[in-house]
């Protein structure tokens, strides 16, 4: 995948031919904590915050996900999550959104 950042307009990311945006299960998994998911900077650095409300959101929404599941089960990472902003100077920050990575 690659995205763009577009001065004084919204820039999109565009994803290969095969990218499949995951299958749903009835059930999501227990919300772990700061210790296996936090917000990542730009820098690359991981961030910890006093009100986890925007990660339990985010876990609850990805964690519903089969792919996701399998592979957050697989691994011993910590999954990161980066605030995209697709547009610089005068943007709307509804066009920002969250991209969530998990390793194996």
């Given amino acids: 995948m690659d995205g763009s950042i577009v001065w004084a307009g ?8 095969h990218f499949r945006a995951g299958l749903p299960m009835d059930a999501g998994l227990p919300y772990p904590g700061q210790d296996r998911i936090a917000f990542i900077n730009d820098g690359g ?51 920002a959104y969250y991209l969530v990575f998990t390793e194996q």
């Fill in 45 to 95: 650095h991981y961030e910890t915050v006093t009100d986890e409300r925007d990660l339990q959101y985010i876990w609850q929404s990805v964690s519903r996900q089969k792919e996701f599941q399998y592979y957050y089960g697989n691994s011993s990472k910590k999954v990161a999550v980066y605030l995209y902003t697709p547009s610089e100077g005068i943007g709307n920050p509804a066009d």
């Fill in 10 to 17: 919204c820039g999109a990311l565009t994803f290969p031919d």
